[in-house]
């Protein structure tokens, strides 16, 4: 999912220091950048951790485009 990919990386994060802030589990966040889905599990964690940046719509909008 290149939206999260775009935001990890102009967030200056590498996928560890994104799953650590997040909560989500590092393989989550390579199986989201790597298009392999999401769960709402994640999607919320990823959500809660940048509230005024992204939104699960966004995340579902985006899964839906693909």
Known sequence: MDLIKDFRKEKGMTQKEFAEKTGVSINKISMVENNK???IEGACGICNAFPKELEI???A?????E
């Not at 909008?61 to 485009?65: A, D, G, L, N």
Request: aromatic share 0%; glycine share 10%; hydrophobic share 25%.
């Open 57 to 59: 719509k966004q995340l």
């Open 37 to 39: 889905g999401i769960d």
């Open 61 to 65: 909008i985006q899964r839906r485009e």
